[in-house]
């Protein structure tokens, strides 16, 4: 695929969980949970600087010999109501840093450098 993209300039749509080969193939990443984007920006920065709780767990949890234990979403907490998704945030009932306002008001997506934007109350100082 990297072959193709640098000899033909062919655009690829790679949908993965694993970032660990998104960040050797693409340019720019857009995390997904839930059927919303709530993390994206050139491929370089999202990796290096993760914003969203889900994008730090997602690359948490690509295996490093350096590391003895990766990173897991509790399988205890439920999954997003998607029935009810407009209240409050879809990754609220599974994210480590959840507070009050993220079960009441679904955070909108918040531009943070030119081209890297997260959705997250973490990130909302209106809030
Ligand atoms: S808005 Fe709250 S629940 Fe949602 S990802 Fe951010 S901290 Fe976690």
Redesign the pocket.
């Known amino acids: 695929m990297d072959g193709l993209r640098q000899d033909k300039g062919t655009a690829f749509l790679f949908i993965t969980h694993d970032l660990a080969s998104a960040r050797y193939l693409a340019d720019d990443l857009y995390v997904m949970y839930a059927g919303q984007f ?1 993390e994206h920006g050139p491929a370089s920065e999202v990796i290096h600087h993760p914003l ?3 994008t730090r767990i997602l690359l948490d949890a690509v295996p490093d010999p350096r590391r003895r234990t990766l990173a897991v979403i509790s399988s205890n907490k439920t999954v997003a109501d998607l029935t009810n998704a407009s209240r409050g ?4 009932p599974r ?5 009050d ?3 009441q008001i679904e ?1 909108e997506e918040i531009k943070v450098a030119q081209d890297h934007a997260v ?4 990130y909302d100082h209106s809030t």
């Open positions: 709530v969203h709780p889900y945030c879809r990754f609220a994210c480590p840093a959840v507070q306002v993220c079960r955070p959705r997250c109350h973490q």
